[in-house]
Structure formats: C-alpha cells, structure tokens
Nanobody
C-alpha cells in the first residue's frame, strides 16, 4: 500500500518560514519524481516545486527564490523549505510521487497539509 504523509504545515506570519516534509512508503522512492502542489478552494491545483530522480529541480514562478525542494532517498522523504512566506502562499499543500514508464504512469498523492500565512 502506497502512502505519502505530509507534515509541517501550520500558521505563520508574513515573512516567516515553514518546512514541509513528505514521508513515502510502499514505493521505490528513489525512482520517483517528487513534487509539491498547492490548492486554494475554488482554484486549480498548481505546481509549487518538483525534484527529479537526478535531483534536478523545477519551481513555480511565484515561489522561485523563496522555496527550496530537496529529497533524502535514504529516508524516503521529500522536503519543501518555504521562506519569506506571503499571504498568497496560503493553501493546502499536497505531496506527489510520479513515475513514468514505457507502459504506464504511477501517480500518487498525499492527503495534504494546510499552510496559512496571515498577520
């Protein structure tokens, strides 16, 4: 059974920092592209950041220079360090694991963790 468990969300003031973690089980973690997405009610889910199996990273334009994604394959965990948080960063943040093969794609999601940025 595949599980992605996010942690580290919460409430923070503008300009503050949070570190999200996503612990994976039931998958060969090192072979998956890991990503963080976020979604506000009534809006589409958007990519925040992703990290490939070779540790190449990709960021959404709104978070470039403020957020950093990293992975620890020994711990089956992906992290999202969020600095200089803004009220518009408020959303539910979801962890994603994706592996594309010749014959199929495996695509798994966590349950989400709330991040609220407010004074």
């Amino acid at each position: 059974q595949v599980q992605l468990v996010e942690s580290g969300g919460g409430s923070v003031q503008p300009g503050g920092s949070l570190r999200l973690s996503c612990s994976a089980s039931g998958i060969n973690f090192s072979m998956y592209v890991m990503g963080w997405y976020r979604q506000d009610p009534g809006k589409r889910r958007e990519l925040v950041a992703s990290i490939s199996t070779g540790r190449s990273t990709n960021y959404g334009d709104s978070v470039k220079g403020r957020f950093t994604i990293s992975r620890d394959n020994a711990k089956n965990t992906v992290y999202l360090q969020m600095n200089s948080l803004k009220p518009e960063d408020t959303a539910v943040y979801y962890c994603n694991a994706k592996r594309t093969m010749a014959w199929s794609t495996n695509d798994f999601w966590g349950q989400g963790t709330q991040v609220t940025v407010s004074s």
